[in-house]
């Protein structure tokens, strides 16, 4: 019984040594030029990041790419991206505030009532 006890000790071992954490890089996004900060809200599967930027009490909407880094898309906030790289938020000229940044850098103001 000791020796299958042991046995089983030392094979546990041997798997934890085995098991690795989930490798993970940490990026330093930057900021959106003129503002003092980057706060990410949502990250797709391509590692695309969409966040808001901050300046007293204004704020802009972000998106950030591996390749291209921190693009400002104007003020709001962008709180959502999807695996299509559209972005989705707030911004109080769409009146309700409901917002799509699309790819070619327009908007498309959602009618949320």
């Known amino acids: 019984m000791r020796v299958q006890m042991i046995r089983c000790a030392w094979l546990i071992c041997i798997l934890i040594s085995f098991a690795r954490a989930q490798d993970y890089t940490i990026t330093n996004m930057g900021w959106v030029p003129g503002f003092f900060n980057a706060r990410p809200y949502s990250i797709n599967s391509s590692g695309q990041v ?3 930027s901050r300046y007293a009490f204004k704020e802009h909407a972000f998106l950030w790419t591996k390749a291209s880094g921190i693009q400002d898309l104007g003020p ?9 790289g559209l972005v989705t938020g ?3 000229s769409c009146g309700a505030f409901a917002v799509i940044w699309k790819l070619d850098g327009s908007t498309q103001c959602l009618d949320v009532s």
Request: proline letters at 0%.
């Open 50 to 52: 969409a966040g808001i």
């Open 76 to 84: 709001g906030q962008a709180w959502g991206i999807n695996d299509s």
């Open 90 to 92: 707030g911004v109080e």
